[in-house]
């Protein structure tokens, strides 16, 4: 079973949301309080591989440091950014999303951004810009797995469209 996990971040360095998406369950967002080592096994539970874009250096060391897990050490990874890389294909994520012609509706936004929107949310309580993050991080998750069958590495499948949030 294959796992795509992508993690957004605050200004300080801590995790705001950690995204997984599972073919069998969907998308699963642990968000603020609900970023927490326990809830990230239980959204991980049954899980042999974690793929991520660039998570070697950003997502996986970040989840280390903050949670205090070596996901490396639990579970196989495969970081599609490497694989991108040796097919010719550069840039972050949504270079290669746009190359490959996999849509966002959040098209236009970028790591900085989501720094921006959790830091609105947890200062003002803009659920705008909460639903904004959360659905940029979804759509990360979702294209992984998109990008992982593109990239020839997973089955051609149906994506499985429910959401779960949890907050603590």
């Not at 998308?27 to 096994?41: C, E, H, S």
């Not at 294909?89 to 098209?107: A, F, N, P, S």
């Not at 909460?130 to 992984?144: F, G, M, Q, R, S």
């Amino acid at each position: 079973m294959r796992a795509y996990l992508d993690i957004e971040t605050a200004f300080d360095g801590a995790i705001s949301v950690i995204g997984i998406y599972r073919s069998d369950f969907g998308a699963i967002q642990l968000i603020g309080g609900g970023v927490r080592d326990t809830a990230l096994y239980d959204a991980l539970e049954g899980v042999n591989t974690l793929v991520t874009f660039n998570g070697s250096s950003f997502d996986l060391p970040v989840i280390r440091k903050r949670l205090l897990v070596d996901l490396k050490r639990d579970f196989d990874h495969c970081d599609l950014m490497h694989i991108c890389r040796r097919r010719g294909l550069r840039g972050g994520l949504k270079v290669v999303e746009e190359h490959l012609g996999i849509r966002r509706v959040t098209h236009g936004l970028n790591g900085r951004d989501a720094l921006y929107l959790w830091d609105r949310y947890e200062k003002q309580g803009d659920h705008l810009a909460l639903h904004t993050l959360l659905t940029y991080n979804y759509e990360d998750v979702i294209n992984l797995a998109i990008l992982d069958e593109r990239l020839g590495l997973a089955p051609p499948g149906d994506l499985c469209r429910v959401v779960r949030h949890i907050f603590a």
